[in-house]
């Protein structure tokens, strides 16, 4: 232990991720609760180098969301709108076509699309859609449709989650995003999502698509109305459901956008501060010592601050991303692309090491 930590109310912890040893879940709250962030960053720097050394991973990817039409309607969301809203769009094949084809030449590595759960959509639409896609783009992974989307196709389809996803395997999905997880608090979707799947069928549908042998990853969104004891039994449910099947890739924490959403101005929720993302990464690489990703988006975050949490657990910075409007309908002020030059310099500016993966964490370059 450096000497600095010696006197530190986390100094016990301090020499049991030295040591490498699991934290339980009254240490994660210690870890969620505290003001020392140098010692958070301490600890999260250990295990992000015992993992992953200097390498940072970063991807060229392209965001396509497809409607914003949604039966849920969650009052954290600020994106999802009535089929009758002027807002509302959907794109059509051919549009999803034109949009993966304007990036046919420029060697992307993942299509990531997520939307709405659209009730004059079939089942074949999505069907299509990825089979158009991976037609244009063959060598591209497809990561697609939150777990809450999976479900929503159990229902119009009669299928089993299981079958849903074998479906949408041969048409060409290859990995499920984290999307849907938010907190697993059964209190806190009461009050923020109350029509969303619970916490443990998000649970039982990434376990489903592991269990098909595919990747998916797991996030958490932080900073509305949850707890610390929440936000950490989060991250252990996500620890154990790792421990049994290995399928997460990473792990995504998204801070809360306030802006345009239901609880804006209620409940006395608010922005987070660089201070508390710092902190919410550090922890999240710090118990999550089965996972071998902790990504911050860079998109969410800022660049600079993105730049800044490299110190504090992360060792990846998602991508080039291109069009991404979940995010931005929520007050995400940030550009929706960045190069990936612009990528390579921000990483070797924090003294770590560029490493362009895959969504398998498969080195390009």
């Known amino acids: 232990m450096l000497p600095i930590f010696s ?34 960053g301490y600890m999260a720097n250990i295990v992000r ?14 965001h396509i969301n497809h409607t914003n039409v949604c039966v849920n309607l969650c009052k954290f969301c ?29 060697r992307i590595s993942e299509i990531h699309i997520v939307g709405g759960l659209n009730s004059e959509l079939p089942f074949e639409y999505y069907l299509e859609m990825l089979q158009r896609v991976k037609q244009i783009l063959p060598e591209a992974r497809i990561q697609a449709f939150t777990a809450v989307e999976i479900d929503y ?12 996803l074998q479906e949408l395997m041969r048409a060409g999905l290859d990995s499920l995003p984290g999307g849907g997880a938010e907190v697993f608090s059964s209190r806190v979707r ?19 698509a592991h ?51 239901k609880l804006e101005g209620s409940m006395g929720v608010e922005s987070t501060t660089g201070f508390e993302d710092l902190r919410m990464l550090a922890v999240a690489r710090i118990l999550l010592d089965n996972f071998d990703h902790i990504k911050s988006f860079w998109m969410m975050l800022g660049p600079k601050l993105a730049q ?8 990846d910075l998602d991508g ?19 190069t990936k030059d612009a990528l390579i310099k921000m990483i070797r500016k924090a003294g770590r090491e560029p490493v362009e993966r895959d969504t398998l964490y498969r080195v390009m370059q």
Not at 78 to 101: C, H, I, M, N, W
Not at 192 to 208: D, P, Q, T, V, Y
Not at 239 to 250: P, S, V
Not at 308 to 315: I, K, Q
């Open 7 to 40: 006197e530190s109310e986390l100094a016990d912890i301090i020499l049991k991720v030295e040591e490498g040893e699991r934290l339980d879940f009254e240490a994660g709250v210690r870890l969620m609760t505290s003001n020392d962030i140098l010692a958070l």
């Open 49 to 62: 180098e015992r993992k992953n050394g200097d390498k940072t991973y970063f991807i060229v990817n392209r």
């Open 78 to 106: 600020a994106y999802g709108v009535k089929k009758e809203d002027p807002r509302a769009f959907t794109l059509s094949l051919q549009e999803v076509e034109e949009a993966a084809r304007e990036v046919a030449g420029e």
């Open 153 to 164: 196709f159990t229902h119009t389809t009669g299928l089993t989650a299981t079958e849903v």
């Open 190 to 208: 009461a009050k923020i999502c109350e029509n969303k799947i619970s916490g443990e069928r998000w649970l039982e549908i990434h376990e489903a």
């Open 211 to 261: 269990n098909l042998g595919m990747k998916t990853n797991g996030t958490i969104l932080y900073a509305h109305i949850e707890t610390p004891e929440e936000r950490v039994d989060h991250l252990l449910r996500l620890r154990a459901l790792q421990a049994k099947t290995g399928g997460f890739l990473a792990f995504v924490p998204f801070p809360f956008y306030p802006k345009n959403t």
């Open 308 to 315: 800044v949490s490299l110190a504090f657990g992360v060792d």
């Open 320 to 338: 080039t991303v291109v069009e991404e409007k979940i995010i931005h309908a929520a007050g995400a002020e940030t550009e929706q692309v960045m």
